[in-house]
């Protein structure tokens, strides 16, 4: 693995109390071109992980509060006229950066929401009429509060298939929030100053490395068999789509640099699967009833396939 890579797993695990895995799998979606979702409570830490990440990579950080009046335009820029030229003039909104922290995304309606989708899949943004690039660095990670709280809006199949990850943030252990209380309480009023580990061209040539990780052909077939199967059973209303494949291949590359190999096993594909799968799924109405949860599912289903020797 990159040493500098290295240096930003070390730096980035020491801020983050707690979430190991949850940070290793977003900076695996992030290395894969993938965006993420994060899921919790207020008050886990959510926000503070992108931020931390985000201090950490060099380039453009932008943080979008999304509430129920926010509009689309909000987002994405639009055209005023200038009168002093007499000519109409684009203004570019903030979706225009390297790494979009959406914070609180199912706060806004879904009209809202869906203006991330074009820039999320197509690394482009349309303002009235005229189509603009944004950067090749670019990613979006969102948060959002579960959709039991009040004032929440849920997110429609499509943005949710948009996000390569839904990473969920739970609660700490004990021992954890201690560990947390004291870093913020001890540090008060002398917070570390974080600079930037890796640039944007340190970052792409991460990014190249990591396509050049070897996926077999045995490994393939898995990742196929393992989606097919989700569309194939009846305790799910609706299964994942080829894009979910794609996806899971991808982060198991990036799984795998992060472990330091230059080839994806079966296990990587297991490790990647649920924050995969998990937004991608819907429980049949008669399993819900039966309490079960969608990662419980998705650890039966990735149990039923034979693993590739």
């Known amino acids: 693995m990159n040493s500098k890579l290295t240096s930003l797993l070390e730096q980035y695990e020491k801020q983050i109390k707690g979430q190991t895995q949850n940070i290793r799998l977003l900076l695996s979606s992030v290395l894969a071109g993938g965006h993420v979702l994060l899921e919790g409570v207020p008050g886990t830490g959510k926000t503070q992980m992108v931020k931390t990440l985000s201090s950490l990579i060099g380039g453009t950080f932008t943080r979008i509060q999304f509430t129920p009046d926010l509009l689309p335009s909000d987002i994405t820029g639009?055209?005023?006229?200038?009168m002093k030229d007499s000519s109409f003039q684009t203004l570019k909104g903030p979706i225009f950066?390297?790494?979009?922290?959406a914070d609180e995304i199912n706060r806004t309606p879904a009209k809202t929401q869906a203006a991330l989708l074009e820039a999320m899949e197509e690394k482009q943004v349309t303002i009235q009429g005229e189509t603009y690039s944004l950067p090749e660095v670019f990613f979006v990670v969102a948060t959002?509060?579960?959709?039991?709280?009040?004032?929440?809006?849920?997110?429609?199949?499509?943005?949710?298939?948009?996000?390569l990850f839904k990473l969920q943030i739970d609660f700490p252990s004990l021992e954890e929030e201690i560990n947390v209380l004291k870093h913020v309480i001890e540090n008060k009023g002398n917070q570390e100053q974080l600079n930037p580990v890796i640039d944007l061209d340190e970052f792409l040539t991460i990014k190249r490395e990591i396509e050049q990780i070897t996926i077999g052909d045995s490994v393939l077939d898995y990742i196929v068999k393992l989606v097919r199967r989700t569309r194939e059973t009846d305790v799910l209303r609706?299964?994942?789509s080829t894009r979910a494949a794609i996806s899971i291949g991808r982060a198991g590359k990036a799984w795998a640099y992060l472990s330091g190999r230059d080839y994806v096993t079966p296990d990587d594909i297991k490790m990647v699967a649920k924050p995969g799968l998990r937004h991608r799924i819907q429980l049949s109405p008669h399993v819900e009833l039966?309490?079960?949860?969608?990662?419980?599912?998705i650890e039966e289903l990735v149990g039923s396939i034979p693993v590739p020797r």
């Open 238 to 240: 609706f299964g994942a």
């Open 97 to 101: 950066t390297n790494i979009l922290l």
């Open 144 to 163: 959002q509060n579960p959709i039991e709280f009040e004032g929440t809006y849920p997110l429609p199949e499509a943005q949710q298939d948009r996000f």
């Open 290 to 297: 039966e309490g079960a949860t969608v990662d419980q599912i």
């Open 78 to 82: 639009s055209t005023i006229y200038n």
